[in-house]
């Protein structure tokens, strides 16, 4: 059953919509997690029939891109009955796209099932091709097994791009390496500032932020770059490297407001709808999902939380402090 698109009050429709499917993850990367994390409790996340109900209604109200996101989506325990559930409506055609953001530790099992369901493309984050390096931002993850799996996921025929977090005095000197690795690899890359959420610890809050607009910089010493004029409705901004060909992404959260555009929601493994990554509010889906069997105050609820969309972000860095942060983990959001 199909309704009224959702319209926000700055006329933006409501057309993308990425759900985090689990707190949980296999990795515990500096800058999205505490090394030891108290996960929620599974009684306060959406079941996966849940997550079913609530992701076919925002399709019904005009959502035509959905993202699955963690944690890492893919270690919830049978979450490919979850897909294939949802892939029903890319056969329908009420779906654009289904996609996934995942840290590629478990592509390698299901990359091939996940094509076949009709998911076309997928994002993986990654910051450095060293392994021990790797093994140091991820605390638990091993390099190989990420290498592999974005290699069953080029077999299987998904459309690859890499999310690179810039990090300063981290993966500076990798600058050019991840270039030309991911255009010999046929992969995008997209590189995102680091954003002050959770508990980053005093060595990830202002030392390593490394603007965009400087690693722009050190990319034109060695490329001709033009800026393309493409917009998703999202945050990255794209340029085209002559030399090579590649596209390259900026994500710009805390130098760039790229929010005039913005046509997206979340809604975390809590059943939480935040109508904005950058602000504290929020609309509790869980309840109404609960409390009837029927959508009419589910999607009630969904139509009262648009209607309080913010215009933009309040993400910001002065020079001593940072302003804006978010007390809540990444992981919990989902990116």
């Known amino acids: 059953m199909t309704h009224a698109p959702l319209i926000d009050p700055f006329a933006r429709p409501i057309s ?3 759900v985090s499917v689990t707190d949980r993850c296999d990795f515990r990367c500096t800058y ?18 849940e997550l079913d109900r609530l992701c076919s209604a925002f399709i019904g109200l005009g ?4 993202r699955i996101t963690g944690g890492e989506p893919l270690v919830r325990r049978d979450i490919m009955t979850f897909f294939r559930a949802i892939a029903r409506h890319l056969d329908t055609g009420a779906l654009d796209e289904l996609t996934l953001t995942t840290n590629g530790s478990q592509l390698a099992r299901y990359a091939t099932e996940l094509a076949a369901l009709g998911m076309r493309r997928i994002n993986v984050s990654l910051d450095t091709l060293d392994p021990q390096k790797f093994a140091q931002i991820t605390r638990w993850g091993r390099l190989e097994q990420v290498l592999e799996g974005l290699q069953a996921a080029k077999a299987a025929g998904l459309r690859v791009k890499i999310n690179t977090v810039a990090l300063k005095g981290f993966n500076e000197a990798e600058l050019f390496d ?3 690795w991911c255009g010999d690899e046929g992969f995008d890359l997209t590189f995102i500032e680091v ?16 603007p965009l607009s400087a690693l722009r910089t050190r990319l034109a010493e060695r490329f001709t770059l033009t800026d393309l004029p ?19 992404g900026f994500i710009t959260p805390l130098s760039h407001n790229f929010c005039e555009s913005c046509n997206r929601v979340r809604v975390t ?13 929020r609309a509790d889906l869980r ?15 969904i139509r009262d939380a648009i209607a309080r969309k913010p215009k933009g972000h309040d993400f910001d860095y002065s020079r001593q402090q940072v302003a804006g942060q978010m007390s809540r983990h990444m992981s919990h959001t989902g990116g």
């Open 269 to 281: 493994c809590t059943g939480e709808l935040y109508m904005c990554l950058g602000q504290e509010d």
């Open 178 to 180: 991840l270039v030309k």
């Open 16 to 18: 993308y919509l990425r």
């Open 230 to 248: 493409e917009s998703t409705g999202g945050p990255a901004r794209y340029v085209r490297l002559r030399e090579s060909g590649q596209k390259i």
């Open 195 to 210: 954003m002050p959420m959770g508990e980053m610890g005093e060595d990830l809050r202002l030392d390593q932020y490394w």
């Open 63 to 66: 959502v035509r891109k959905l």
């Open 287 to 301: 309840a109404p999902l609960r409390a009837d069997h029927a959508d009419a105050p589910l999607i009630a609820a």
């Open 32 to 49: 999205c997690m505490a090394e030891h994390m108290q996960f929620l409790p599974k009684r306060d996340l959406l079941s996966l029939e």
